[in-house]
Each structure stands twice: as C-alpha cells, then as structure tokens.
C-alpha cells in the first residue's frame, strides 16, 4: 500500500496518519490467479519508507479502484435507508449512483461535513456518530464505483451469513449501489427462457399476461430484455417493432412485463422502459405502445395516452 503524510489540518498535526495512493495491482492479482487469499494491512508507505496509519476503508477502497474489482464490500453497523414515500416506510437495497451522490451530499450537509475531508476524532456527538460512520461508507462506495467498481454493498456485520444472503439471494439483505439504472438490463438469450417462464408464470395465472408457452418464448427470445443480478433474473419485458407507415419507421409494443414481488417499488419497471425507449430510438422509432387492462396507470403516470383500438 503506497501512501503520503495527512499532514496537518485545522492547526492539528496527524503525524504517521496517512492517505492511501495506490497498491501493488498487478502483485496482488498475480497471487489471486495463482489461488492465494490476498490481506492487506492498514500500514502504507511512502516512497521515502515511512509507515503510516490508513484507514481499512480507504484501503479497501483504492485496491477495488486499482483492480477493477467487479464486487466491494463494507461490513458496517447495519444502518440502513427507508423509503418514507410508501405506505409504511420501505427498505430501499439498490441506488443508483446519481441518487446516492445526492442522498449523501444533503447527509454531510446535515452534519456539516459538506465539502469537508473528515477525520473522527473522539469529542465527536455520539448521537451523531453513527451517521457520520455510515456516511463514511456511503462515500467510499461512491468513490468505487464512480471509479471502475461495478458495484459496492453495504452489509451489517451483525446480522450471521450476511454477506452470503447480500451475494448469493434473489433479494439480498443490504443497500446495493450500482454505476446507473440500466446496471443489469441486457437482451435476452436462450439461456434465460426458463428464468423468464418461471417469472411471468404467476401473472399469467392471473390472467394478467397472455399464456406462453416456453417453446414461443425461445422463438421470440431475441426480442425479449430481461433484468439480471447475481445471475437471477428479476425482471423481463417483450419488445416487437411493427412496421406502420403512418409512424414513418413503425412502432414497438412493449409487452410481458414482469417484475420480480421483491423489487416492486425499486426502479426496474422503469429501468426497462427507458432501455426499451432507448432500443426504439436506436432503430428509428419515435412510438411505443402496450396493450393493457390491468396497469394502464402506471404507463400513463409515465407520460402514456389511451388512444382507442
């Protein structure tokens, strides 16, 4: 861990505290191709040779940085972020990054650290410690993946098999922060038609989507878009352009949309309509459509009209 002197701020000299520059990348990712479990000290040096004191989480967070790691992890006290616009208050375990650079510039302003590089100190409020704290990792997930980091979780470290449950559960159980909405939109592939089948089942039972059967979905799975995390698929929408002179290039129906219960409220419904927009423009189409009798409300607070047949 290379590192350079904190020096000293607001009249108070930190000594052998440091701020972290760099690791040795291309060392650590030669021991993990051949097999080795990498731990890295707190302890940086500087090209001089002096030790200093780093912070884990700066550590931790330069070497996601320097080696482009798909993943970072914070174990923290557990804080987590409600949803108070909905009925009850909701967890809220996937942002965006944009939401997060805003949620956590209005938090250090609420606590005065706005534009400020903190450093705890002991005199600090404990009332106010915690959220001090859980800003700290809010910022170095930011900074990771503003950086190269796919993306960075916050996971309690109290809570047994946390880190399992956030990784490897349809759901997880932390706060997710991911590079922007479309983190996980892509096509489709014949690979995902049990996944897509096994999603949209439930609607189709409730008379909700239209029945079809897997071997119709594989026919059409080019034109399905599907939403994945951990390799689960969570959402799938069906999108088929039709050729219509009366729209110069045609229009696209928008159709078999389906979001995992779990992640209702979430954003993806959204993420995949705007990929869908995105598709249609790339092919030239300015009109998208969806025929519906269950959710017309939705489409329409998102700027649909009702036209008749």
């Known amino acids: 861990v290379r590192a350079i002197a904190f020096g000293v701020r607001g009249g108070i000299d930190f000594l052998h505290t440091g701020i972290v520059k760099k690791v040795n990348a291309r060392r650590i990712q030669q021991l993990l191709d051949e ?161 897509i089948k096994s999603l949209i089942a439930p609607l189709e039972q409730a008379k909700i989507l239209i029945t079809r059967p897997p071997k119709a979905i594989e026919k059409d799975v080019d034109q399905f878009i599907v939403f994945e995390r951990e390799g689960m698929i969570l959402a799938c929408c069906h999108l088929k352009p039709y050729p219509d002179p009366r729209y110069g290039n045609g229009a696209v129906e928008m159709s078999c949309v389906a979001v995992s219960a779990a992640l209702h409220g979430e954003g993806i419904g959204n993420a995949l309509l705007s990929y869908c927009l995105r598709q249609a423009f790339a092919m030239g189409i300015t009109q998208l ?21």
């Open 35 to 195: 097999g080795d479990v990498v731990v890295l000290s707190h302890l940086g040096v500087s090209q001089s040779g002096t030790i200093y004191h780093c912070r884990s989480e700066d550590v931790a967070v330069q070497a996601g940085i320097d080696l482009q790691a798909n993943k970072l992890v914070f174990l923290h006290n557990g804080e987590g972020l409600v949803d108070t616009r909905k009925l009850g208050g909701a967890i809220v375990h996937n942002l965006p990054l944009n939401v997060a650079r805003r949620y956590t510039e209005r938090l250090a302003d609420e606590l005065g650290q706005g534009g400020q590089e903190r450093v705890s100190h002991s005199d600090v409020d404990p009332k106010t410690q915690w959220k001090l704290q859980f800003l700290d990792y809010m910022q170095g997930a930011i900074r990771a993946v503003s950086e190269g980091v796919h993306r960075a979780h916050l996971v309690s470290r109290h809570i047994q098999g946390s880190i399992i449950s956030e990784l490897c559960t349809r759901d997880g159980i932390g706060l997710l922060i991911s590079q922007d909405l479309y983190d996980g939109v892509r096509p489709a592939t014949v690979h995902d038609v049990p996944a």
């Open 289 to 309: 459509f969806v025929l519906t009798t269950r959710t017309q409300g939705w489409f329409i607070d998102r700027g649909f009209k009702e036209v008749g047949p």
